[in-house]
């Protein structure tokens, strides 16, 4: 299990570019209330809730990381730019409940919605094979 989904993509829907931020921008430890070893890498980060346009899962986006996570490097930069609309300016997610790669129950919001894009391709692929078959 890991912190961070590694995407600015929605991992419930799959869709590209819909995970936009919808609250004020935080330090890490005005959200969440841990304490301990892993705790202390994160005080001080700056997140925001977000959520998917699409289909409403709620997620937590990482908008600037914090001077304690080590496993960064200190040089690093987020992946984003003042250029871009103020919701979208984050570099990763978590899931906002477990602040993590897994979901709480609380965070799927809609059952997963067929993603249109897959649906295309798969059809694509069934009509290849049908055709490469000579039906």
């Keep these: 299990m890991s912190k961070n989904i590694g995407s600015k993509d929605c991992r419930n829907c799959g869709l590209v570019d819909t995970v936009?931020?919808?609250g004020a921008q935080m330090a890490w430890e005005q959200y969440y209330a841990w304490e301990g070893e892993a705790a202390k890498h994160f005080r001080g980060m700056?997140?925001?809730?977000?959520e998917c346009?699409?289909?409403?899962?709620?997620?937590?986006?990482?908008v600037w990381p914090s001077a304690n996570m080590v496993w960064e490097r200190p040089t690093f930069k987020p992946e984003w730019s003042m250029d871009d609309p103020p919701e979208k300016?984050?570099?990763?997610?978590?899931?906002?409940?477990?602040?993590?790669?897994?979901?709480?129950?609380?965070?799927i919001r809609r059952k997963q919605p067929p993603n249109p894009v897959k649906?295309?391709?798969i059809m694509a692929e069934i009509k290849t094979l049908l055709e490469s078959a000579g039906i």
């Design 20 to 22: 936009v931020i919808i």
């Design 53 to 62: 346009q699409y289909c409403q899962t709620r997620y937590m986006a990482w």
């Design 89 to 107: 300016r984050f570099y990763d997610l978590s899931y906002r409940s477990t602040f993590n790669d897994e979901p709480g129950p609380s965070d």
């Design 119 to 121: 649906l295309l391709n």
């Design 46 to 50: 700056q997140i925001a809730q977000a």
